[in-house]
């Protein structure tokens, strides 16, 4: 009572000093501020709340992609895209020397990335909306055993043929280019091309991609089957007879291509 009394006597001290209207815009004013102190609070709460559930539903879509289907086959993905590619530069030092390796041995292209990329959307995509998809592990076991097989082909082509393995198409006979007929050559003529088919394949099945499976092999074919013909135009120059009938014996080690 007694601080109404108070309250009540300091507004007519204070309505004798300033004039009526501007003590009505005054209060008026403030609670005007007062209410848009309270919509900016709402907005904050509701803002937090959003936030929050955003936050939730990120986490929860992504353990749904990121689950241990996805972690296993992308780690085994990566391991192989790295060892093949470390391996690659290191037999190349070992064989060639360092004068004579750069970064073109690590075999990392252009359109290679586009491919890795583009295989990798496909993974994300189908396991977001088709997560069974991924879960054929017999089919995912059988592209790592591709895989596996693919480079084991490949690195016994290249230490078998030592310093006659060369990255790049030979377009001069050297000293050191000799015919290699013996080892894993004794199978098909081009184990390296028939090693990489294999593997860039074998990757895209142990990702249970059908898209990028069979894109990867249409691709890596028409690759080699324009290259290994154009390869053995020199060979046939270089070692005549002996290749030719090296070629009538022995298979060129990817499908189609005499």
């Known amino acids: 009572m007694r601080m109404n009394l108070v309250y009540?006597?300091?507004?007519?001290?204070?309505?004798?000093?300033?004039?009526?209207?501007?003590?009505?815009?005054?209060l008026n004013g403030a609670h005007i501020n007062m209410q848009e102190m309270s919509f900016l609070k709402?907005?904050?709460?509701?803002?937090?709340?959003?936030?929050?559930v955003l936050i939730v539903q990120s986490s929860s879509i992504f353990s749904e992609i990121f689950g241990y289907t996805a972690c296993r086959q992308l780690l085994q993905m990566l391991i192989s895209i790295i060892f093949f590619h470390v391996s690659e530069y290191i037999l190349a030092l070992v064989i060639h020397g360092k004068s004579n390796v750069s970064l073109k041995s690590l075999l990392i292209s252009k359109h290679y990335l586009l491919a890795m990329i583009c295989s990798l959307i496909e993974y994300l995509i189908e396991i977001y909306f088709f997560p069974g998809l991924k879960e054929y592990w017999w089919i995912s076991n059988l592209g790592l055993a591709l895989v596996v097989l693919g480079e084991i082909i490949r690195k016994l082509a290249i230490v078998t043929a030592g310093r006659a393995f060369t990255h790049l198409i030979k377009v001069y006979h050297e000293e050191d280019h000799q015919l290699v007929t013996d080892g894993i050559y004794r199978f098909v003529r081009h184990p390296g091309y028939c090693g990489f088919f294999i593997w860039s394949?074998?990757?895209?099945?142990?990702?249970?991609n059908p898209i990028s499976t069979v894109g990867f092999a249409v691709v890596v074919w028409k690759f080699f089957s324009s290259r290994i013909p154009y390869e053995e135009f020199f060979l046939k120059q270089f070692f005549g007879s002996d290749y030719e009938d090296y070629m009538r014996k022995v298979p060129s080690g990817i499908p189609l291509v005499k």
Do not use: K, Y
């Open 8 to 26: 009540n006597a300091r507004m007519e001290n204070l309505s004798s000093v300033i004039p009526f209207d501007v003590m009505s815009l005054f």
């Open 42 to 52: 709402d907005i904050v709460i509701d803002s937090e709340a959003h936030f929050l």
């Open 201 to 208: 394949v074998g990757t895209q099945i142990m990702l249970c």
